[in-house]
């Protein structure tokens, strides 16, 4: 297992997105995002990545230099066409435009369509939580991107389907909760498979169907499927994901007709501080966080974290002790350096 400091991978994916034809802003602004992603340990939306985005850029998939437009507006909403942009650009784009109208309104829902692949889905509701509102987003895939089997069935129907939830705190970093629909992460499955490793049971079927724990068995030839969490609860919340960010959007949702891999998305935001008296809100959150906390642990438990703080701490411990990576994705990314000439050392 190889490790580098997070500032070498972030300039060394943002030569190769530059050389390869990115701008110098857009080439910085997703290498930046990949490698927040690893450092908060969702390595499967990290630099992983570089090889496939330069694939679609390549294929004319992704838009160099696209400019957002705003579809219509009013004070309370506001739907947008990223024109097939850097999905890190386009997302940064939208929620800065949601978090000034929900400053202003108390409330608003964003939703954005063609727009390429968004990176790690928490980043964009934390940037809410951050300026003092609450987010919730459901992101599609545009209605390709097909990977996971409805419950009940053995073949792809839907795509991972995210949620993402963003709480703010003024004591503390926001209560963030980011999650697919299904039990596990393409991309994790793409780690895996490409650590020799397997993955927990329960994730993915195989082509015929049949249960596995072998990450070939899920990326094929010939293709597998993975399985919605929860059985019928997460099929459930994937299916209303696909309307929330594909059918509202005008994207559309998961269908034959298209493969095209971009993301389509909704967000709602919330200004505490326009509902009730801000300090009254921090406290419940607070209290609330205190309450959860203070149950006696179960078995093999040290200690309660809410969601956003496992992440925190990976975060610190990778920023001193570097980020780990398979010698296999670190070839694939030195193989993508080479073919535009960067220097991966």
């Not at 943002?14 to 930046?32: H, L, M, N, R, S």
């Not at 390549?58 to 507006?73: D, P, S, T, W």
Request: charged residues 20%.
């Amino acid at each position: 297992m190889l490790v580098f400091e997070a500032a070498r991978l972030a300039n060394l994916a943002k030569q190769i997105f530059q050389t390869a034809g990115a701008t110098p802003e857009e080439a910085k602004i997703v290498a930046d995002a990949l490698v927040e992603a690893n450092l908060e340990g969702h390595d499967s939306h990290g630099v992983v990545r570089v090889p496939e985005y330069v694939g679609w850029m390549e294929k004319k998939l992704i838009n160099i230099g696209a400019q957002m437009e705003i579809v219509r507006e009013t004070e309370g909403f506001a739907v947008m066409d990223g024109h097939w942009g850097w999905g890190q650009v386009v997302g940064k784009q939208a929620m800065e435009h949601g978090i000034n109208k929900a400053l202003h309104s108390g409330s608003v829902t964003i939703s954005v369509r063609q727009c390429c692949h968004l990176g790690r889905v928490g980043d964009y509701p934390l940037m809410a939580a951050r300026a003092g509102l609450g987010a919730v987003m459901f992101v599609n895939t545009h209605g390709g991107g097909k990977l996971v089997t409805p419950w009940g069935g053995r073949e792809r129907r839907l795509s991972a389907n995210p949620i993402s939830i963003a709480i703010p705190r003024a004591s503390n970093p926001p209560i963030l909760i980011d999650v697919s629909t299904c039990a596990i992460a393409g991309g994790k499955v793409t780690i895996a498979h490409n650590s020799g490793k397997s993955v927990p049971p329960g994730c993915i079927l195989d082509s015929e169907g049949r249960p596995s724990t072998n990450p070939a068995d899920f990326i094929g030839p010939p293709e597998g499927a993975l399985l919605p969490f929860a059985g019928h609860k997460g099929f459930a919340l994937s299916m209303a994901t696909d309307i929330l960010a594909g059918a509202f959007s005008g994207a559309g949702c998961s269908r034959p007709t298209t493969n095209r891999v971009g993301n389509s998305f909704t967000a709602m935001l919330l200004d505490p501080a326009q509902l009730r008296d801000r300090t009254e809100f921090d406290a419940d959150v607070d209290h609330l966080v205190d309450y959860v906390k203070s149950s006696k642990l179960a078995e093999g438990f040290t200690e309660i974290l809410v969601p956003g703080e496992p992440e925190r701490r990976e975060r610190e411990r990778r920023l001193k002790n570097g980020i780990p990576m398979d010698d296999e994705t670190w070839r694939q990314i030195r193989e993508t350096a080479a073919k535009y000439k960067v220097d991966a050392g």
